[in-house]
């Protein structure tokens, strides 16, 4: 047996990764972002950033994905995080370690995960005698990283963080179905995007053929 803290399982973002991958790492981490106050909820299913202090890496990568300003949806933030080195690296320490199945990703960066049985032994064991949670002390995350959203009380108003909407794309660059959060992240994309992109001549091919209002650099043999 691997004793919290002193194996592999050294934290609740592990314990949230080992019993639920990574969506449940990012539920345990918003519980603990909100209930600390560093993430408040602004109306069912949207959030904002209050203060950008963090604890630990996977907290960092997911008030990166909460983002400065604005609102997002618990949708658009595991969308955000699902590349995210930071998640993925727990993951990669815990199948290491033969505790974690890792599965065909569903989403490019985003491997579907399942615990091994050695996993479901420690998993077992912390269930029984719940650890001390000293990144997210004073919050529900241990809870929540346990037994997952079930694990936080319902009458607590807060939980409607958990509250999803359709996720579909709606502008290059987010999956979310809010006009203002979409455009949000479509122009931080545009920001990113190199210059070269805008100046070189394209031709952009529909299903239907290439579109006549874009030029296209390329000769055509006569």
């Known amino acids: 047996m691997v004793p919290f803290g002193m ?23 918003l519980v603990a972002l909100v209930q600390s106050g560093r993430v408040r909820l602004v109306s069912p299913g949207q959030l904002a ?4 202090a963090r604890r630990h890496p996977v907290e960092a990568a997911v008030l990166d994905a909460v983002g400065p300003a ?7 933030i595991r969308w955000r995080v699902a590349g995210d080195e ?10 290491r370690s033969g505790l974690l199945h890792l599965h065909q990703p569903h989403l ?13 032994r420690i998993l077992h064991r912390l269930s029984d005698d719940p650890p001390r949670d000293d990144v997210a002390l004073g919050t529900d995350a241990m809870e929540v990283a346990l037994h997952g959203r079930a694990g936080w009380p319902e009458h607590d108003p807060r939980a409607e963080i958990f509250v999803t909407r359709t996720v579909a794309p709606f502008h290059r660059g987010s999956r ?7 455009a949000a992240d479509t122009a931080r994309d545009v920001q990113g995007t190199p210059a070269l992109i805008h100046h070189t001549p394209n031709e952009f091919f529909a299903p239907w053929g290439p579109n006549p209002s874009i030029r296209s650099g390329r000769r055509r043999k006569p």
């Open 86 to 95: 930071r998640l993925l690296d727990v993951a990669d320490r815990l199948h």
């Open 176 to 182: 979310s179905s809010d006009p203002a959060e979409a």
């Open 108 to 120: 490019p960066g985003h491997p579907s995960a399942g615990p091994t049985i050695a996993g479901r």
């Open 49 to 52: 950033t209050v203060d950008l």
């Open 7 to 29: 194996g592999p399982v050294h934290d609740v973002y592990d314990i949230a990764c080992l019993a639920g991958g990574q969506d449940r790492m990012v539920d345990a981490t």
């Open 70 to 76: 604005g609102h997002r949806s618990i949708d658009t």
